[in-house]
């Protein structure tokens, strides 16, 4: 199976540590990139190549992958944070791409 | 500036064919591949089609596999998402996204540019 799963929803305080995670099938063998999406935009890359920081991403934003997970890491969460975030993959063949379901971070 | 700017989006009724364009700037529009992403209302992202840069290759989610072609035309920097027999569940905001790369999948780089999205309404 190429899908992927996540938590529906996240909450921290600030300055805490956020964790995020993915889960699938094809992670072993496929990179895995995290969006962020705030209300009303579109999303924006945060981590390409499971755990590379994309142009621009504050430093607290970290990727980790391991075995059929991977993880996206927020330490010391700021209210700026506050938005859904999406992993993303491929099938094993890359015939198609794959969206996580999303998980909403919600900032106490 | 890199820059996306997704139009087309109407209400169309269910059975009916809808185009989507996508004007791109900015970047080499002959060296990267595009993707077309979608989001219905309250709902998550998924991934609908992507084009390959160099031959042309075309990738599409089983959901829209045979009713929706991706297209790009060099001469004129634009992508397409020609939808046809659309249906109630098409109904969506559509984003076109670039990728980092030649190949949309597999390649390691995400989607790092994206437009503000069209919307799609499937309806009688």
């Known amino acids: 199976s190429s899908e992927l799963t996540q938590p529906p929803s996240v909450s921290v305080s600030p300055g805490q540590t956020a964790r995020i995670t993915c889960s699938g099938d094809?992670?072993?063998?496929?990179?895995a990139y995290w969006y962020q999406q705030k209300a009303g935009q579109a999303p924006v890359l945060v981590i390409y190549?499971?755990?590379e920081r994309s142009s621009g991403i504050p430093e607290r934003f970290s990727g980790f992958s391991l075995g059929t997970t991977v993880t996206l890491t927020i330490s010391g969460v700021q209210a700026e944070d506050e938005a859904d975030y999406y992993c993303?993959?491929?099938?094993?063949?890359?015939?198609?791409?794959?969206f996580g379901g999303g998980t909403k971070l919600t900032v106490l | 500036e890199v820059q996306l700017l997704e139009s087309g989006g109407n209400l169309v009724q269910p059975g009916g064919s809808l185009r989507l364009s996508c004007a791109v700037s900015?970047?080499?529009?002959?060296?990267?591949?595009l993707t077309w992403v979608r989001q219905a209302p309250g709902k998550g992202l998924e991934w609908v089609s992507a084009?390959?840069?160099?031959?042309?290759?075309?990738y599409y989610a089983d959901s829209v596999k045979g009713r929706f072609t991706i297209s790009r035309d060099h001469s004129k920097n634009t992508l397409f998402l020609q939808m046809n027999s659309l249906r109630a569940e098409d109904t969506a905001v559509y984003y076109c996204?670039?990728?980092?790369?030649?190949?949309?999948?597999?390649?390691?780089?995400?989607?790092?540019?994206w437009g503000q999205g069209t919307t799609v309404t499937v309806s009688s």
């Open positions: 094809a992670l072993p063998k496929q990179y």
């Open positions: 996204a670039k990728t980092g790369a030649a190949r949309p999948l597999g390649s390691g780089h995400g989607m790092d540019v």
């Open positions: 993303q993959s491929a099938d094993s063949s890359n015939i198609y791409g794959v």
């Open positions: 084009i390959n840069s160099g031959d042309g290759s075309t």
């Open positions: 190549k499971d755990s």
């Open positions: 900015g970047f080499t529009f002959s060296s990267y591949s």
